[in-house]
């Protein structure tokens, strides 16, 4: 062991936390795959995924989700490619709106986990974690970690400086309890950015992540959780980092990711979530605004403008370009401020762990409702544990128990609910029983 010197002062150190065995039986992963364009390379990649988690023996929860108006939107016909209805551990998702998905997705799927389940991380389907003890040539080094940047008190920058920058991405993992008491992910970051949201939520300094264009609503709601997320994180004292390597996988270039322009997309149709998403009662999904009759011409066209920039910024991304090889990420220096990333500097990791603690109740109610975000006054909830992901935010964020019949108060119609999700509580606690689909 060795001793220190008297000397050494306390405050210099980085305090290295004792980590207890977990049992994996409790650990579940969540990935998600959504794909308007049918980009080649996520079935792909996502294959190499599914096999490296068989391999490292956790249980794999894959969500997938297509687009049900594909066609109406000029999109390939969507079918389901990596994911199967009788199998116990893909959910499949059906989706009216074409959205980044990717959060709510998420919040969707560890509500779906098997109660036994404590642990949970949610994985990016185009990594690999490094095999040791041999492991490969490092493509994304350690050092470029957001969590490794914030234990070793290096610089962030959330505007994008391609002279501070890490990638907050990729993978995080915690408590199920923990995940459940931040009122889950972000989910109305619908263009991307959640991931940079989150982190910089972790160290109360969400604000740093919101354009000053964006809309008034977006930036309260995402303080209001950012602020409930830093509470619990100790203001990123309590968030770690795995000191190893992992290898993300060529999937267009980075450049067409549009990680700072598609901001321009929210600000130039002026997104609010409260006005512009409904969610689901029930299971949690989001989709755009529904146009009916009550609503005035210019806001229908704006959404349905709106919906098509999204699918623009899709397109934009050209993830089966093949042209170049891919760059290690210590060596790539973005030539303008297009990424949602950060970067320290060099120095030897340390290993520190989250001490986080959850189980979730599902409903078993037939009545599927969709609820207007901006209609969400009452303080009464329908479901306390399934509704902790609005709770708290504010008034207007609350689950309502009152009619949900009136156009006009922002609810939706009952004709969008009829086959929605079979779930019994009876095989909550089985794994093998689990699988379903989510369809409007």
């Given at each position: 062991m060795g001793s220190r010197s008297s000397k050494t002062s306390k405050s210099s150190r980085i305090p290295r936390l004792r980590v207890p065995k977990y049992d994996l039986n409790h650990f579940g992963v969540i990935t998600v795959i959504f794909n308007p364009i049918k980009y080649k390379s996520r079935s792909e990649l996502y294959h190499k995924f599914d096999e490296h988690m068989s391999r490292s023996h956790v249980t794999l929860l894959t969500v997938e989700?297509?687009?049900?108006?594909?066609?109406?939107?000029?999109?390939?016909?969507?079918?389901?490619?990596i994911t199967r209805p009788n199998d116990p551990r893909h959910l499949q998702i059906r989706a009216p709106s074409v959205l980044?998905?990717?959060?709510?997705l998420i919040n969707i799927a560890v509500k779906r986990l098997p109660s036994y389940i404590e642990y949970i991380a949610w994985l990016d389907a185009d990594i690999e974690f490094e095999a040791r003890p041999a492991g490969k040539k490092d493509v994304l080094r350690q050092d470029y970690s957001f969590a490794y940047a914030i234990r070793h008190e290096q610089r962030l920058d959330a505007r994008r400086s391609s002279e501070c920058y890490v990638h907050p991405g990729y993978g995080w993992a915690m408590r199920r309890t923990v995940f459940e008491?931040?009122?889950?992910?972000?989910?109305?970051?619908?263009?991307?950015?959640?991931?940079?949201?989150?982190?910089?939520?972790?160290?109360?300094?969400?604000?740093?992540?919101?354009?000053?264009?964006?809309?008034?609503?977006?930036?309260?709601?995402?303080?209001?959780w950012g602020q409930r997320v830093a509470q619990l994180s100790g203001n990123g004292s309590f968030v770690g980092y795995v000191p190893i390597h992992i290898y993300h996988y060529w999937h267009g270039n980075r450049v067409d990711r549009g990680y700072f322009e598609r901001w321009s997309i929210l600000e130039n149709f002026q997104f609010s979530p409260l006005k512009d998403l409904e969610k689901n009662d029930q299971?949690?999904?989001?989709r755009l605004t529904e146009r009916h009759s009550s609503?005035?011409?210019?806001?229908?066209?704006?959404?349905?403008?709106?919906?098509?920039?999204?699918?623009?910024?899709?397109?934009?991304?050209?993830?089966?370009?093949?042209?170049?090889?891919?760059?290690?990420?210590?060596?790539?220096?973005?030539?303008?401020?297009?990424?949602d990333i950060v970067r320290p500097s060099d120095v030897l990791p340390t290993y520190n762990q989250t001490s986080w603690t959850t189980d979730v109740n599902q409903p078993n109610n037939d009545n599927v409702e969709y609820i207007h975000l901006q209609n969400m006054h009452s303080g009464h909830n329908i479901n306390e544990q399934n509704s902790i992901s609005l709770n708290n935010l504010n008034d207007s964020y609350n689950h309502t128990s009152s009619s949900f019949k009136n156009y006009s108060q922002g609810y939706l119609n009952h004709e969008l609910s009829d086959q929605y999700i079979n779930f019994n509580e009876e095989n909550r606690n089985d794994f093998s029983t689990l699988s379903e689909q989510i369809s409007f």
């Open positions: 989700c297509i687009f049900e108006l594909s066609e109406n939107l000029d999109l390939p016909k969507q079918k389901f490619e980044w998905l990717k959060e709510n008491n931040m009122g889950g992910l972000l989910d109305f970051s619908i263009l991307g950015s959640g991931d940079v949201h989150f982190a910089y939520a972790l160290i109360n300094r969400i604000e740093e992540t919101i354009p000053n264009g964006i809309h008034k609503d977006y930036r309260t709601l995402a303080k209001i299971t949690g999904l989001i609503y005035q011409i210019d806001e229908m066209k704006r959404l349905e403008s709106f919906e098509k920039g999204i699918i623009a910024y899709f397109r934009s991304r050209n993830e089966d370009n093949l042209k170049k090889s891919i760059p290690a990420i210590n060596t790539l220096k973005p030539k303008i401020s297009s990424s």
